[in-house]
């Protein structure tokens, strides 16, 4: 298949005490949207591993590459920041 867009972010992110943001960004070089995971921060009486993660893109984008989108955003949190 075809590349519709790239997701480029750091090499190395941070499970915890970070933020982190992947950029989406068109075949034409043309940045679409953004990735991102929040870290709400050290808190004795909360589970260390409750981030939030958010998916922005732009409106001209069809429905199918959003849903692809939607699913890369999980993948994202399953390669680089689940330790289980």
């Known amino acids: 298949g075809a590349s519709i867009v790239r997701i480029q972010g750091s090499c190395c992110p941070w499970r915890c005490f970070s933020n982190q943001q992947f950029q989406i960004v068109s075949n034409i070089g043309e940045q679409v949207g953004t990735i991102w995971k ?37 993948l994202l949190n399953h390669m680089f920041f689940e330790m289980s």
């Open 38 to 74: 929040k870290w709400p921060g050290f808190n004795v009486g909360h589970n260390m591993d409750h981030e939030y993660f958010g998916l922005e893109v732009h409106l001209s984008l069809d429905s199918q590459t959003k849903l692809l989108l939607l699913a890369a955003t999980f």
